[in-house]
């Protein structure tokens, strides 16, 4: 059988590739802001903002600069800490303690008594670290912004307990917003040293897809063609109204389905039938990783959503009366004992907040207002595939 890949995890959305092409420029600015901390650690507070639209490159810009951060201090650590798998100050602080192998207790200490501890090993190891706190938004949505404003002001911690710098920070977020809610001291604190990152033009998109697939793809496998075509659909486009334009995890995504379908059809090399498909099948504004951090009855729940609008092709809205009997039927499929109506309302209000649905109020009809929701911009195939596998995946079914 032909084969397309040299090294698949080279397209996966974790992998930190040996070039960021497009990102050299705010490298450097990270690598400046933090020189004199890491020349001389515990000398300053450096904290940078990190600010894009998904998939501009913050994420990986800031991993790369940790592997710098590696190599050249061997007193400086680089800790990531996901604020969307930790939105609690001290699910934050447990594991910034892990990453940097202390151990402090899981439960029974208040936030305040945690930090404490956390200082006090920080201190008695003589460590440092570049703490970056990604997708920070949501530590402030969730724990207000009192959070985030403790470890800002942590420099006034440091100063009377008579220690030294123990963290620099960086921020990373989609926009400033997080900052406007914080208090006046904090945002002084804080300071203005923003890196932006702009969405990528399909110039730009190209580069990066070829980086990548040198990487990840046998030489003969793929024509740039292949790739100019999946830049045009992902790169800015000033005509285009699409938001999630500019996006590169979008692109490496579509690149990734289309080099699958190309080995799973046997064939030698990419053609522009497997991008048209993978295009067609690749999930734009929502993330498998944050599908899998719903609770498991909002992910049934999500499912049934999908299921009905897939039985409803005519139909762009479905009710929720319907949603909610699909449910039902899915939870006899699993086992799983169904919750409640009230919980339902719920888990419909999250999936409108984090984007997964649209929801509006119907006033027609007879029997009054009835909640209507749709899915506008996900291929629904897609999703239930990713749903279903995430789901059974949990379930060990
Ligand atoms: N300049 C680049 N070169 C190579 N790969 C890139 C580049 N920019 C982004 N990527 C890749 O695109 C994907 C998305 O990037 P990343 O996660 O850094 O975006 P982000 O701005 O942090 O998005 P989000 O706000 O959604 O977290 C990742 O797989 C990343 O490796």
Same mark, same amino acid.
């Given at each position: 059988?032909?084969?397309?890949?040299?090294?698949?995890?080279?397209?996966?959305?974790?992998?930190?590739?040996?070039?960021?092409?497009?990102?050299?420029?705010?490298?450097?600015?990270?690598?400046?802001?933090?020189?004199?901390?890491?020349?001389?650690?515990?000398?300053?507070?450096?904290?940078?903002?990190?600010?894009?639209?998904?998939?501009?490159?913050?994420?990986?810009?800031?991993?790369?600069?940790?592997?710098?951060v590696i190599k050249s201090s061997n007193r400086v650590r680089y800790v990531h800490v996901s604020c969307f798998l930790n939105r609690t100050l001290s699910?934050?602080?447990?594991?910034?303690?892990?990453?940097?192998?202390?151990?402090?207790?899981?439960?029974?200490?208040?936030?305040?008594?945690?930090?404490?501890?956390?200082?006090?090993?920080?201190?008695?190891?003589?460590?440092?670290?570049?703490?970056?706190?990604?997708?920070?938004?949501?530590?402030?949505?969730?724990?207000?912004?009192?959070? &985030?404003?403790?470890?800002? +002001?942590?420099?006034?911690?440091?100063?009377? #307990? %008579?220690? =030294?710098?123990?963290?620099?920070?960086? !921020?990373?977020?989609?926009?400033?917003?997080?900052?406007?809610?914080?208090?006046?001291?904090?945002?002084?604190?804080?300071?203005?040293?923003?890196?932006?990152?702009?969405?990528?033009?399909?110039?730009?998109?190209?580069?990066?897809?070829?980086?990548?697939?040198?990487?990840?793809?046998?030489?003969?496998?793929?024509?740039?063609?292949?790739?100019?075509?999946?830049?045009?659909?992902?790169?800015?486009?000033?005509?285009?109204?699409?938001?999630?334009?500019?996006?590169?995890?979008?692109?490496?995504?579509?690149?990734?389905?289309?080099?699958?379908?190309?080995?799973?059809?046997?064939?030698?090399?990419? &053609?522009?039938?497997?991008? +048209?498909?993978?295009?067609?099948?690749?999930? #734009? %504004?929502? =993330?498998?990783?944050?599908?899998?951090? !719903?609770?498991?009855?909002?992910?049934?729940?999500?499912?049934?959503?999908?299921?009905?609008?897939?039985?409803?092709?005519?139909?762009?809205?479905?009710?929720?009366?319907?949603?909610?009997?699909?449910?039902?039927?899915?939870?006899?499929?699993?086992?799983?004992?169904?919750?409640?109506?009230?919980?339902?309302?719920?888990?419909?209000?999250?999936?409108?907040?984090?984007?997964?649905?649209?929801?509006?109020?119907?006033?027609?009809?007879?029997?009054?207002?009835?909640?209507?929701?749709?899915?506008?911009?996900?291929?629904?195939?897609?999703?239930?595939?990713?749903?279903?596998?995430?789901?059974?995946?949990?379930?060990?079914?």
């Open positions: 059988m032909p084969r397309i890949f040299r090294n698949e995890a080279a397209l996966t959305p974790e992998y930190i590739p040996g070039k960021l092409p497009h990102r050299e420029e705010q490298l450097k600015q990270l690598e400046t802001y933090f020189s004199g901390f890491l020349e001389e650690p515990g000398s300053m507070y450096p904290k940078v903002v990190l600010i894009g639209r998904p998939g501009s490159g913050k994420t990986v810009t800031s991993r790369k600069f940790g592997n710098y699910s934050v602080l447990k594991d910034v303690g892990v990453q940097l192998n202390i151990a402090i207790p899981k439960r029974g200490f208040s936030t305040e008594e945690l930090l404490k501890m956390l200082l006090d090993m920080i201190k008695e190891k003589d460590a440092y670290a570049i703490v970056a706190l990604d997708d920070v938004f949501h530590l402030v949505n969730n724990s207000g912004p009192h959070a &985030l404003g403790t470890l800002i +002001r942590l420099g006034e911690e440091y100063v009377s #307990r %008579g220690d =030294r710098y123990r963290f620099g920070l960086i !921020l990373i977020s989609q926009d400033l917003t997080f900052r406007d809610q914080l208090d006046r001291s904090s945002q002084s604190a804080l300071g203005n040293a923003v890196i932006k990152f702009e969405p990528y033009t399909k110039d730009q998109i190209f580069e990066i897809l070829l980086t990548r697939a040198q990487e990840a793809l046998l030489d003969g496998a793929y024509d740039e063609e292949i790739l100019e075509m999946i830049a045009d659909v992902a790169g800015i486009d000033e005509n285009s109204m699409d938001d999630h334009r500019g996006d590169a995890r979008y692109a490496i995504d579509i690149l990734w389905r289309a080099s699958k379908l190309a080995e799973m059809k046997g064939s030698e090399r990419i &053609l522009p039938e497997h991008v +048209r498909e993978a295009i067609k099948n690749t999930l #734009r %504004g929502i =993330r498998s990783d944050e599908l899998r951090m !719903l609770p498991l009855h909002e992910k049934i729940f999500l499912l049934a959503i999908v299921k009905s609008l897939t039985k409803n092709p005519n139909s762009p809205y479905i009710p929720f009366g319907l949603a909610e009997d699909e449910y039902q039927v899915l939870c006899e499929q699993y086992g799983e004992e169904p919750r409640k109506h009230t919980q339902l309302w719920e888990y419909l209000k999250d999936l409108n907040t984090k984007g997964f649905v649209e929801t509006r109020t119907s006033s027609k009809g007879m029997r009054g207002r009835t909640t209507l929701i749709s899915i506008p911009s996900e291929p629904l195939v897609t999703l239930e595939e990713e749903l279903r596998k995430i789901i059974e995946g949990e379930l060990g079914t």
